[in-house]
């Protein structure tokens, strides 16, 4: 199945809880939490608090996204009822299969993400134990960026690997995700799909992610049909 997983990082923060009923209300599958720390992306996001001050008041699982290092040191504190997927990025990780499985024991799925320049063969042994890729198709640290195109093959490579090794792993691609190339990026192979500015950068939220949920759905050819 495909899911929406829509990024917090681009809402009003001032009218977060209301921003978050949007998306729920409208259908989204995940909600993704940029968590950043000034030092292994150059922004300071969300941290453990607000997770917690949300969690009771929402049902949407959480799709947690760890931009920091020493992501061990806080795995823990994400880890709530409602959190599904903890992703660590493998530039963050010098023991990668250990932080995998103190995800896993914690009872999440357990994701790595790799920047747009991080080639895919760091995953070459971790490949059996991990549940979720998240393939960064911008430089994290901030909401807005444009899709690097080189990113689609990247997809696809990651959606061969995966195939040629008859797992079963979630494709997640996070950064420039719009109306107009989620298709794209899902006739790559992607299964999760981020997106923030796309979602919470004017008022309708609720009718940006109704919209965005429809584009999910439709083939390729008939968005570029419809520009004609
Ligand atoms: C970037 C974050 C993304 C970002 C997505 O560092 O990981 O989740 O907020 O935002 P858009 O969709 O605006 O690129
Ligand atoms: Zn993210």
């Excluded at 660590?88 to 995998?100: D, G, K, Q, Y």
């Excluded at 995800?103 to 357990?110: D, E, F, N, Q």
Aim: proline fraction near 4%; include cysteine; charged fraction near 25%.
């Amino acid at each position: 199945m495909i899911q929406l997983s829509p990024s917090i990082l681009s809402a009003d923060f001032s009218n977060l809880l209301e921003e978050i009923r949007e998306v729920e209300r409208a259908g989204a599958h995940l909600l993704h939490i940029d968590v950043m720390d000034g030092h292994f992306v150059p922004n300071i996001s969300i941290g453990p608090l607000i997770l917690e001050s949300l969690r009771n008041k929402l049902t949407i699982p959480l799709d947690v996204h760890l931009m920091i290092e020493n992501p061990d040191q806080y795995i823990e504190k994400f880890s709530t009822d409602n959190t599904k997927i903890i992703t660590v990025h493998s530039e963050a990780c010098l023991h990668l299969n250990r932080t995998i499985q103190a995800i896993k024991m914690l009872g999440h799925k357990a994701g790595i993400s790799l920047n747009p320049a991080t080639p895919i063969h760091t995953l070459d042994y971790v490949w059996n134990d991990i549940d979720v890729v998240l393939i960064m198709s911008v430089n994290p640290g901030f909401g807005g960026q444009s899709f690097i195109k080189d990113m689609l093959g990247k997809i696809s490579d990651v959606k061969n690997e995966i195939d040629a090794r008859g797992l079963n792993i979630d494709i997640e691609v996070d950064g420039g995700i719009k109306l107009d190339n989620v298709r794209e990026v899902i006739e790559a192979g992607a299964n999760v799909i981020v997106a923030g500015s796309a979602l919470f950068g004017s008022e309708d939220v609720y009718g940006n992610t109704i919209r965005f949920l429809e584009a999910m759905k439709k083939p390729l050819r008939q968005i570029k049909d419809n520009k004609r």
